[in-house]
Structures are given as structure tokens and as C-alpha cells.
């Protein structure tokens, strides 16, 4: 009922019946040595009720989770504190979730094609706070095809059309395919204007 159990001088090992095994106090696994539970492939579970602390943060103490499987966190959340979070290899799918998604106030990079799926939407700031939208690249509306692909593009501002600037400028202006309607306002070229070869009226 007092004193200690002290197998600290043998090399030997320390092997426990097969029955349930109670420790009622703290446990340390000392230096470089392991604790394993079962062996690959034929495991049982390990439940942990309390919290779980890998490595320190002391410098060169910290330590590195391999999970060889999925983790599954079903409350709460993850949270990272400090430090990267890097998918070296793998789908990053949040597909199944109705929650939203929000990054860091860095600049965010995508690498890839990016496709707004249905009917969502793309939204730059709010109303009388937003950013500039710079694309570099081709900007098509809608699609070539049946009717209900046409879409239209509605401006709350004027729009200007210059030459591009530097070299590679093509200066093509604004050609429109497919009727041009000023429902209101002033229509004001100060340079050349090349109309179609049909019929014009100037009311």
C-alpha cells in the first residue's frame, strides 16, 4: 500500500496481463522512447479526453504530426496560431460545407482557372468602397450561343476605352456587334466615327 515500483536498473522488458490496465497517475515516456498502440494495419483506438500538446514552444522544441489517414475534427474547429498551412499534394474541397470562406487580409494568389459555379456571384467592396478590378486579359460577357446565354453588362459610371498606353497598345476602341442603345445622356466623339454600311437616321 506505500513505496514505489522501481524497475529503472533493468534492461529487461515489462509486460502487463491482457486484462484492463488503470494508471492513476501521470505518465511519462522519457527520453527518445516510443509509445505504440497495436501494430500497422490492426490498431484500436486511442481516446484522449483531455487536451493534446505536441512539442513546446521553446526554440528547436517543437515537434511534427504525420497522420497516414484523414482527421476528422467534428467540433470546434482547427485553429493555427502561428506558422504555414501547406497542401503539398491533394484536393482542397470544402464542397460539402454551407459555411463561408474568408482568408487572410494578404494578398490571396489563385494558381489555377477559377469558376464561380450556378448562379453566384463576384462582388469587389461595397457601394462607395472598393478597389480597382485590373484585367489584363480578354473580358467576355455571356456566350455565343442560344439566346438566354446573352447576358448584359450594367455601368454606374462612365467608361473609358484608351489605346493600351505602352507597346502592344492596339487601340481597336469599342465595336459592337449587335446594336449599340443610348437611353439617356450625351454621345460626344471627338474623333473618327465608322458606321456600318446600312441605313442611318438622325433624328
Known sequence: KAGNF???????????????????GDVTVSSTNTLTVGVAGTAGQTTLYGDLVVGASGTGQDATITSHGAIDVKKTGLTISAGDLTLAAGNFDASGSSGTFKTSTGDATLNGNVAIAGTNTFT?????????????????????????????????????ISTG???????????????????????????????????????
Request: aromatic share 6%; proline share 1%.
Open 6 to 24: 522501481d524497475a529503472s536498473g533493468s534492461t529487461g522488458t515489462f509486460q502487463t496481463s491482457t486484462g484492463a490496465i488503470t494508471l492513476g
Open 124 to 160: 469587389v467592396g461595397a457601394p462607395n468602397d472598393a478597389g480597382d478590378t485590373i484585367l489584363y486579359g480578354k473580358f467576355q460577357v455571356g456566350a455565343n450561343g442560344a439566346s438566354n446565354q446573352n447576358r448584359i453588362s450594367t455601368f454606374h459610371g462612365g467608361v473609358t
Open 165 to 203: 498606353g505602352g507597346t502592344g497598345g492596339s487601340g481597336t476602341g469599342l465595336e459592337v456587334a449587335d446594336g449599340l442603345t443610348l437611353s439617356s445622356g450625351d454621345f460626344d466623339a471627338s474623333s473618327v466615327i465608322t458606321t456600318s454600311s446600312g441605313a442611318i437616321t438622325l433624328n
